[in-house]
């Protein structure tokens, strides 16, 4: 009974053991490929082809078929989540302060919004209180700095810091002044610019450490206080730079940081060499040197004052000769710039802007002296100031033609005043 | 052992081992391409050695499905923006990211060098060298400008990350008035622009305007005009305009005072809606007064207070015609101080005027002892008068300011 027993058990094994390789031939036929069975990507993690589009990618080259990435992998509500996200696809840092500062900003414009949206109706409500308009402003004010503050907490919790958007304006403006004091530094080697830039720095610090010090007494004597510690700071940085450079290199350092510089700028109107420039600038920075920051305005101080400037108008008139002088007298007086922006916009000629500005120096210097003439009654002084006027309007209206002479006479109300009986 | 067993078992051990062999085969393959090691392959296309052992086909090519922002990015703003549409990122981040981007992009261009200028060049030479950067500058500015606008068709302004202040969000919801997002964004980003095309205009004419510049600019604002008409639509833009006014008039009174007045809303919004139609709207951003006389403008003026009789009540007409005195408003800041009512104010101004015209009256007579003592008389009934209306406390600290004139005639 064993034997047939064990035989129907062999048999039935035989079955099943067919029935197994005929399932798994079956099932190994019809499977799809195993690494493209394994496609399907987690939740959130990227996974399309670097290409955006994954169709562009030629199917029977491919062994593997893949979802193309799509925004919503990455975007989250959750703000650390959306950077994490942003971060493991490897967005730039700045693009991902972008989008988020963008994102949380967007946030606050509905709240604030909301916050508004029940005023709306109140507008003209509110409006026709103006008296109550302050403390109104100062109410909701306050409630929307508190938006502003919630904001900034999540500024600072996501990217460290409460304003993001400053880091790259500071960054940007850091350049900027580098940039600057690179081009005022140029005539120094590479060393010397970086130690006369770091020396600068140092200063600058000092001085924003003497702008926060408290100092006791009068106003006047805190000022003075205040001067004192400030000029002894430029001296110790002076001091410093002396000791770095040569005497023409600090000379020069010197001239580039004074007033005298600013001479590139002022004659705009005129032809000036590299050369003159940098004389002209020595002549006004010694000027100035030597005035100081006196402001004393007594008679002693005020001819010591006007004996300098005659001097250094001298030492201009040598370096220019008579002629460019001249020029250079003219194209310093405001009322000549003044005459060239008017002239220019009516397209006039050089020698046009001269001959009115020498016509209007002329005016004005009759009118003045009309006007200090105690010997004439005020009706015949206010007749002649009034022929002055009429005179130099003709003089000027032949100069500058009568089709722009009434463009002139709207920006040149100087004409109209000569006829003031006073200055 | 029976031959039928004998087989039977062998074909047992062979099917066994065949059964072993077929199942175990794709077994291995999936446990060994695991779906985080295939994110993780870092070249773009290739064909790994292990595989080309085992599974040599020379037709399949492995692509990693590790994507990276890099393919993304791109200086090009047109193809930046395609390939972030093409990934389904929203347009309002698409347009975050660029518009963040500009924002660097126009300063960097702000702070380019330029043309090189040596530190002593001067006068003329630097003037023009510079003329030539700025030229430069605006240039590339200009482009990137209409680059953003052909992108999204709106004007970007290099200014506008400051509106997010939520001060500037809440206020200029509050007077843009109840309109969708899109209108409110729309509505600052035209005013920017226009504020923008303004300071262009003057600079390019170096301040100084001609005749042909202001029929120009009439026209120039004209379409400003009309384009934000339209984004409002007829009755927003009304309510726009009038809310504007009120802001404007507010912050810098020039015809009305209104924070003198006490107006019903519904006044209120009339007589704004006056005012544009009398005296245009909103005169400094558009320059109106530009080419305006004096006289013209008195003129308009005139004529607007006088037609705000018909949209305001008899007592706020007369309220509206003192407040444009300096002397009323003076006694209203005084009788304001002291916690009187307005109608103390008006008093004190009906005693101003009378006294004003009496006083000038007799002034014009000869001298004589009787013009003395009507003028002595008149003072002191002046002071009583004033006196007995605001209080002492009040007068005194009246007569101590702006109103002198209560005790000495010299002073109206």
Redesign the interface.
């Known amino acids: 009974m064993k034997r047939p027993g064990l035989i129907i058990f062999s048999l039935g094994l035989n079955l099943l053991l067919a029935g197994t390789v005929a399932w798994a031939l079956h099932r190994r036929n019809s499977a799809p490929p195993a690494n493209q069975s394994a496609s399907t990507p987690p939740a959130r993690i990227t996974n399309a082809v670097a290409t955006a589009d994954s169709s562009e990618t030629p199917s029977a080259q491919t062994n593997e078929v893949t979802a193309p990435f799509d925004w919503h992998m990455v975007e989250s509500t959750d703000y650390p989540a959306y950077v994490e996200n942003l971060r493991a696809i490897g967005c730039p840092e700045q693009r991902i302060r972008d989008i988020i500062i963008a994102d949380v900003d967007d946030l606050f414009a509905q709240k604030a919004r909301d916050y508004i949206a029940p005023l709306q109706s109140q507008f003209w409500q509110l409006a026709s209180h103006p008296r109550d308009i302050e403390k109104n402003i100062e109410e909701h004010g306050k409630a929307l700095k508190q938006l502003s503050e919630e904001r900034e907490q999540i500024f600072q919790t996501l990217f460290n810091e409460s304003n993001p958007r400053r880091s790259w304006r500071n960054l940007h403006g850091d350049r900027n002044r580098n940039a600057n004091r690179n081009s005022q530094l140029d005539f120094l080697d590479e060393t010397k610019r970086a130690a006369v830039i770091a020396a600068q720095d140092e200063l600058d610090s000092t001085l924003g450490g003497i702008r926060q010090m408290k100092f006791a007494g009068t106003r006047e004597e805190i000022g003075t206080q205040r001067l004192a510690k400030d000029t002894e700071a430029r001296k110790t940085t002076d001091d410093k730079l002396r000791a770095l450079l040569s005497p023409e290199e600090f000379a020069e350092y010197k001239l580039r940081n004074s007033n005298g510089m600013s001479v590139r700028y002022q004659l705009a109107r005129m032809t000036i060499s590299e050369t003159e420039a940098h004389s002209l600038a020595q002549i006004v920075a010694a000027k100035s040197a030597a005035t100081g920051d006196s402001q004393a305005k007594d008679a002693a101080t005020k001819a010591a004052k006007e004996e300098r400037e005659q001097r250094a108008q001298e030492q201009i008139k040598q370096l220019l000769g008579d002629t460019r002088y001249a020029e250079y007298q003219r194209v310093t007086d405001g009322r000549y710039d003044q005459t060239a922006r008017i002239t220019e916009r009516l397209q006039l000629p050089e020698p046009t802007t001269i001959a009115v500005y020498e016509t209007r120096r002329e005016a004005e210097k009759l009118a003045e002296r009309l006007r200090a003439d105690t010997s004439a009654s005020a009706e015949e002084r206010a007749a002649a100031l009034n022929i002055i006027r009429t005179e130099t309007e003709n003089s000027v209206r032949e100069l500058v033609g009568d089709a722009a002479f009434k463009d002139f006479q709207r920006h040149a109300g100087w004409m109209e005043a000569l006829a003031h009986p006073a200055k | 052992m029976?031959p039928?067993?004998r087989i039977?078992?062998l074909?047992?051990l062979a099917?066994?081992v065949?059964?072993v062999l077929?199942?175990r085969?794709?077994a291995q393959?999936?446990a060994s391409?695991?779906?985080?090691e295939?994110?993780a392959v870092p070249s773009?296309t290739g064909t790994p050695a292990e595989n080309l052992a085992s599974n040599p086909p020379p037709?399949?090519?492995?692509?990693?499905?590790?994507?990276?922002?890099?393919?993304?990015?791109s200086t090009n703003y047109a193809d930046f923006v395609a390939?972030?549409r093409?990934?389904?990122?929203?347009e309002?981040?698409i347009r975050?990211?660029i518009?963040?981007?500009a924002e660097?992009r126009y300063?960097?261009l702000q702070?380019l060098?330029g043309e090189p200028i040596?530190?002593?060049?001067?006068?003329?030479?630097?003037?023009e060298a510079n003329r030539r950067n700025e030229s430069a500058r605006t240039e590339a500015q200009t482009a990137l400008r209409a680059e953003l606008r052909e992108l999204f068709g709106v004007d970007w302004s290099p200014e506008e990350?400051e509106s997010?202040?939520?001060?500037f969000?809440?206020l200029s919801?509050?007077v843009v008035?109840?309109v969708s997002?899109e209108q409110?964004e729309r509505a600052w980003r035209w005013l920017m622009s226009t504020v923008e095309l303004g300071q262009k205009f003057r600079s390019d004419?170096?301040?100084?305007?001609?005749?042909a510049d202001f029929a120009e600019w009439q026209k120039l604002t004209a379409t400003k005009q009309a384009q934000v008409e339209q984004i409002f639509g007829p009755v927003a833009f009304e309510e726009f305009q009038a809310?504007t006014t009120?802001l404007e008039e507010?912050f810098d009174s020039r015809v009305m005072q209104?924070?003198e007045?006490?107006?019903?809303?519904?006044?209120?919004?009339k007589v704004c809606l006056l005012k544009v139609r009398q005296l245009g709207w909103l005169n400094d951003l558009f320059d109106l007064e530009q080419n305006r006389s004096e006289e013209d403008l008195e003129t308009k003026k005139a004529a607007f207070t006088a037609a705000t009789k018909d949209v305001l009540s008899a007592e706020h007409f007369e309220e509206l015609i003192r407040v444009q005195d300096d002397d009323y408003r003076n006694i209203l800041d005084v009788t304001r101080d002291n916690n009187l009512p307005r109608s103390s104010a008006q008093k004190v101004y009906e005693v101003r005027q009378l006294a004003d015209a009496e006083y000038r009256r007799l002034e014009a007579e000869a001298d004589s002892d009787e013009k003395a003592a009507a003028l002595a008389a008149l003072q002191v009934t002046t002071t009583d008068s004033v006196r007995k209306v605001l209080g002492a406390e009040a007068f005194k600290r009246f007569t101590s300011r702006s109103g002198q004139w209560v005790t000495n005639f010299s002073k109206l």
């Not at chain 2, 037709?59 to 990015?73: D, G, H, S």
């Not at chain 2, 093409?86 to 929203?90: A, E, H, L, T």
């Not at chain 2, 007045?261 to 919004?269: A, F, V, Y």
Request: glycine residues 2%.
């Open positions: 029976n039928i067993l039977s078992i074909l047992n099917l066994a065949a059964a077929i199942l085969k794709p393959m999936t391409t695991p779906v985080a295939k994110i773009i037709e399949v090519v492995y692509t990693t499905n590790a994507f990276r922002w890099q393919a993304l990015e390939s972030l093409k990934v389904g990122c929203p309002r981040t975050d990211l518009f963040a981007d660097r300063a960097e702070a060098p040596s530190f002593w060049v001067a006068g003329k030479a630097r003037a990350s997010r202040d939520l001060r969000q809440a919801r509050l008035g109840p997002d409110h004419r170096n301040r100084i305007w001609l005749t809310r009120v507010m209104l924070k007045l006490e107006l019903t809303p519904e006044e209120l919004r």
